[in-house]
């Protein structure tokens, strides 16, 4: 089984930064795609950032030139810092990782992150 922990969600001014992390813990995996989505309250949930095995990224319109995602396959952690946010970026923030693992490609999800963006 692979599980994934975020952290790093929080209260935050509006302007101000935070940094989200996603790490995975099993055994016999390996990492493909990943991606953070969110989900504001009576909103659906909606695609943020994406980051392929190779390293290639894309992101929303609403959240490009302020958010940035990476990932350390070493540590089997994704990371999305986000710059100058907004009361709208206030939303419950996932990770999902395409996982290959017990001979197949599989999907899975942390449990979320809030991020609350106030003055």
């Known amino acids: 089984q692979v599980q994934l922990v975020e952290s790093g969600g929080g209260l935050v001014q509006p302007g101000g930064s935070l940094r989200l992390s996603c790490a995975a813990s099993?055994?016999?995996?390996?990492?493909?795609?990943i991606a953070w989505y969110r989900q504001a309250p009576g909103k659906q949930r909606e695609l943020v950032a994406t980051?392929?095995?190779?390293?290639?990224?894309n992101y929303a319109a609403s959240v490009k030139g302020r958010f940035t995602i990476s990932r350390d396959d070493a540590k089997n952690t994704v990371y999305l810092q986000m710059n100058s946010l907004k009361p709208e970026d206030t939303a419950l923030y996932y990770c999902?990782?395409?996982?290959?693992?017990?001979?197949?490609?599989?999907?899975?999800w942390g449990q979320g992150t809030q991020v609350t963006v106030s003055s």
């Open positions: 099993g055994s016999g995996f390996s990492i493909d795609a």
């Open positions: 980051i392929t095995s190779l390293g290639i990224t």
């Open positions: 999902n990782m395409n996982v290959w693992h017990l001979r197949r490609y599989q999907d899975y």
